[in-house]
């Protein structure tokens, strides 16, 4: 899939009523701005309010996912979020003249058929991800449900869903790849068990519901009591039980269905933790609340990484440049070079790489007992780095040299020590002029910003004796 965000070609919209109020609603689902995410406008209300589809405007996850932020509600979004990341969009705007969108078939199908019916866009800014480096867990201890993510390249999800109950049983559902949300996912619809449906009945809930937009198993008896309540809140004259053990006048479109439709639900859900994922997702007994909160969880993650803006590195891909094509590159000599390799490069940027050891030199007599970097010395690697970025635009860079002008705003954040890996990253602040250099220079260890520094460098050609 492309890395450079996406949004729809131009504007679609559906009908339907909501599955809890009961409500019809007009969804149109507009193009977004780059960097604008999902966001839902009410426009039954004055001033057509806006709600972020954000995990921190999340007040209520009892059967289904509510959205509230200064009083304006949004109700039951889930399936609408998972839809929209299936189809691998990055910004929409989602228009409701009610509160909840509708519920259709209780799938995400039609949502994906509309969406795939004005075609998908690419935009001019490039994704942003959370990148999972280490297992982030969060579990329920009152119900059980736990969900963890673990590294991996690709966004991936496996529900396993137990309810014990013998109608259902145990399910599992994996989606290897979001691309395949549409053909494995999408038609997945939203199910109940006979005693939650009759408990919602019996408080005025699913006023948009019928027989062919949930599943219902049914887990008791089916009193003659229960069935007229059903008869009269589905509009059917009669209903029954399928040898399956679901009510009549429904086919499922998979034998495990639940757990497809709870991967579903766990897609829509951790949309709202706003960013992209590289990672797989494992999730036992799955439910709004703790999808929910585990969001939470990714989007502290999320923005912690925004913070420390630590990129992420391949470092296991083929050098640019090796020890050997460094050293064609720059006339220095061990011990004073401080670069092993070299990552990326671009006209703009460069990224190089040093492997500390207890070798260096320069630990003989700084701190014996506890080794550590200079400081000097991992401003002088920065400058290498850039240096690389400078010769490597030139035809003869054996001919030339870069020597410093200005070393501004150093700051030392952690120590480096024997065992690190540094990986220094320049950028140049403006264009190479009369050849002079303007760069900003960071070297990372870990997921930590070891140290920075605003340099400024001349290139000079080297005398000829």
Request: aromatic share 6%; glycine share 8%.
């Amino acid at each position: 899939m492309s890395d450079m965000q996406k949004t729809l070609q131009e504007e679609v919209t559906l009908s339907g009523k909501g599955l809890h109020t009961g409500k019809e609603v007009k969804l149109t689902i507009k193009p977004g701005k780059e960097n604008t995410g999902f966001v839902f406008v009410r426009t039954d209300l004055e001033g057509n309010p806006q709600v972020e589809a954000d995990v921190n405007y999340v007040v209520a996850t009892e059967r289904g996912t509510t959205l509230e932020k200064l009083g304006v509600k949004i109700t039951t979004c889930e399936h609408l979020l998972a839809a929209l990341v299936g189809c691998d969009i990055d910004n929409a705007v989602l228009e409701m003249d009610a509160s909840e969108p509708p519920i259709l078939d209780g799938s995400s199908k039609y949502f994906v058929e509309a969406i795939e019916s004005v075609g998908v866009v690419e935009q001019n800014v490039a994704r942003e991800y959370l990148v999972v480096k280490e297992v982030l867990t969060y579990s329920d201890p009152a119900t059980g449900s736990e969900i963890t993510i673990i590294p991996s390249d690709t966004y991936e999800v496996t529900t396993m869903v137990d309810f014990g109950t013998k109608v259902l049983g145990t399910q599992n559902a994996t989606l290897k790849n979001i691309s395949e949300f549409k053909d494995e996912i999408s038609s997945a619809r939203t199910f109940s068990f006979l005693h939650e449906l009759e408990m919602l009945l019996d408080h005025g809930l699913i006023k948009g519901g019928d027989i062919s937009n949930a599943i219902v198993y049914v887990d008791k008896d089916l009193t003659p009591e229960t069935t007229e309540k059903l008869k009269k809140a589905f509009g059917k004259d009669n209903v029954s039980i399928r040898p399956n053990g679901i009510l009549d006048n429904l086919n499922l479109n998979y034998p495990n269905e639940a757990a497809r439709h709870k991967l579903l639900d766990v897609i829509g859900d951790l949309a709202l933790a706003g960013v992209k994922i590289k990672g797989k997702v494992i999730a036992n007994k799955p439910g709004h609340f703790v999808n929910t909160q585990f969001a939470k969880k990714l989007n502290r993650q999320w923005k912690l990484q925004k913070k420390k803006n630590v990129p992420d590195f391949d470092l296991t891909k083929e050098p640019v440049f090796d020890i050997n094509g460094i050293m064609k590159l720059m006339p220095h000599r061990p011990p004073f070079l401080l670069i092993d390799k070299v990552l990326e490069l671009s006209d703009s940027h460069v990224v190089g790489l040093k492997n500390v050891t207890m070798n260096e030199p320069f630990f003989v007599g700084h701190f014996p007992k506890e080794p550590v970097m200079p400081g000097v010395l991992q401003v002088e690697a920065l400058a290498q780095t850039g240096g690389i970025l400078v010769l490597a635009s030139v035809p003869d860079p054996e001919n030339y040299s870069t020597y410093f002008i200005k070393i501004d705003k150093v700051k030392f954040k952690r120590k480096v020590v024997p065992g690190d890996t540094i990986i220094f990253k320049i950028e140049l602040i403006e264009p190479i002029r009369r050849g002079i250099v303007h760069m900003q220079g960071y070297g990372y260890v870990g997921d930590t910003v070891a140290v920075e520094a605003e340099l400024m460098a001349q290139v000079a050609k080297n005398k000829v004796d």
